[in-house]
């Protein structure tokens, strides 16, 4: 009887062992995996990407696990590389398992983009903090890190080197090193602090960027010479139609004014009076023009003056 308890024992314990080591065994190695840390981006969180390769041995499609922190409590997104590089969103699951979630999908291509928001970001002052740690649930051939620095921060550490500090061409600061062959099982992890004395968002201070440098051949571009005959033709265009609105305004105001003075020199001297003559003086009896001494025909009209 004790003999046969004993078997029954081991039998149950290998029984319950199986599951865990068959799902062990089946996570599918990473070929290289990149890890992206951008703290206060565009939360005030911190925004963790992996961007990851299975390896080439890996049939597809294929099941992959990953673990995220708890506090995360779910991916902000879970996506595949298509072959033309687009990212398609993937169906997944999650399950808690401790301080960890892990997140469960499949994949029909060996690239892989997986996004998360981590709230642990802590304030003391104008001094910020946060510890990242690498879940280690899958071999991985090479890893790299990279740390966006936010962009009114300054003073930013680590408590282990991640190199010298670079700009890029968005004008944002980063931190990047090579950790290289990471065994399943192994985890490893840094702590970064910086100052900042606001609540502002790297990603609502950053400018547009163009996605491709532009010049006098890109698409749709005008050069100035290009556009030189346009503000020429436009510039005339303009002078034409100012010439022509003072011309009709002085003819119209020099003719009312003629008639004006003509009705009222006929005014005076009755509607028979074609010439006013006042001391010597002469007008004439269309437009009221004072004539000169010897003129015989207005100077304005041209009306032949008869003097009384």
Same mark, same amino acid.
């Given at each position: 009887?004790?003999?046969?308890? +004993?078997?029954?024992? %081991?039998?149950?314990?290998?029984?319950?062992?199986? @599951?865990?080591?068959?799902?062990?065994?089946?996570? @599918?190695?990473?070929?290289?995996?990149?890890?992206?840390?951008?703290?206060?981006?565009?939360?005030?969180?911190?925004?963790?990407?992996?961007?990851?390769?299975?390896?080439?041995?890996?049939?597809?499609?294929?099941?992959?696990?990953?673990?995220?922190?708890?506090?995360? *409590?779910?991916?902000?997104?879970?996506?595949?590389?298509?072959?033309?590089?687009?990212?398609?969103?993937?169906?997944?699951?999650? =399950?808690?398992?401790?301080?960890?979630?892990?997140?469960?999908?499949?994949?029909?291509?060996?690239? %892989?983009?997986?996004?998360?928001?981590? @709230? !642990?970001? #802590?304030?003391?002052?104008?001094?910020?903090?946060?510890?990242?740690?690498?879940?280690?649930?899958?071999?991985?051939?090479?890893?790299?890190?990279?740390?966006?620095?936010?962009?009114?921060?300054?003073?930013?550490?680590?408590?282990?080197?991640?190199?010298?500090?670079?700009?890029? =061409?968005?004008?944002?600061?980063?931190?990047?090193?090579?950790?290289?062959?990471?065994?399943?099982?192994?985890?490893? &992890?840094?702590?970064?602090?910086?100052?900042?004395?606001?609540?502002?968002?790297?990603?609502?201070?950053?400018?547009?960027? +163009?996605?491709?440098?532009?010049?006098?051949?890109?698409? &749709?571009?005008?050069?100035?010479?290009? !556009?030189?005959?346009?503000?020429?033709? &436009?510039?005339?265009?303009?002078?034409?139609?100012?010439?022509?609105?003072?011309?009709?305004?002085? +003819?119209?105001? *020099? !003719?009312?004014?003629? *008639?004006?003075?003509?009705?009222?020199?006929?005014?005076?001297? /009755?509607? #028979?009076?074609?010439?006013?003559?006042?001391?010597?003086?002469?007008?004439?009896?269309?437009?009221?023009?004072?004539?000169?001494? /010897?003129?015989?025909?207005?100077?304005?009209? /041209? #009306?032949?003056?008869?003097?009384?």
């Amino acid at each position: 009887m004790p003999l046969r308890w +004993s078997l029954l024992m %081991i039998l149950l314990v290998s029984l319950l062992l199986t @599951p865990i080591t068959v799902r062990a065994q089946n996570t @599918p190695a990473f070929d290289t995996v990149q890890v992206a840390i951008w703290p206060e981006y565009d939360r005030p969180d911190v925004l963790v990407i992996y961007y990851i390769s299975l390896s080439a041995s890996v049939e597809l499609p294929a099941e992959v696990s990953f673990l995220i922190p708890e506090a995360a *409590r779910t991916p902000h997104a879970v996506a595949m590389k298509d072959v033309d590089g687009t990212l398609v969103t993937l169906d997944y699951t999650t =399950a808690v398992e401790g301080e960890w979630v892990r997140v469960s999908f499949t994949t029909p291509t060996p690239d %892989i983009q997986l996004e998360y928001y981590d @709230p !642990r970001l #802590t304030r003391e002052g104008s001094t910020r903090s946060f510890a990242y740690q690498w879940p280690g649930n899958a071999p991985v051939n090479s890893m790299a890190v990279q740390v966006q620095q936010p962009l009114t921060a300054t003073n930013m550490q680590f408590n282990r080197s991640l190199g010298n500090p670079t700009q890029n =061409a968005d004008g944002l600061t980063y931190y990047q090193t090579s950790i290289g062959s990471v065994p399943q099982g192994t985890q490893f &992890g840094f702590t970064l602090t910086y100052q900042k004395d606001d609540d502002l968002l790297t990603a609502s201070q950053q400018e547009v960027q +163009s996605s491709a440098p532009v010049d006098s051949q890109t698409e &749709g571009r005008m050069i100035f010479t290009e !556009r030189l005959p346009f503000i020429i033709a &436009g510039v005339l265009g303009l002078l034409l139609i100012l010439g022509g609105l003072t011309w009709y305004w002085q +003819s119209g105001q *020099r !003719r009312p004014a003629a *008639r004006a003075r003509a009705r009222h020199a006929g005014g005076r001297r /009755g509607e #028979t009076q074609d010439v006013e003559n006042n001391g010597g003086s002469v007008y004439c009896s269309q437009c009221g023009k004072r004539a000169a001494a /010897g003129d015989v025909f207005c100077r304005v009209c /041209g #009306t032949r003056l008869r003097n009384s």
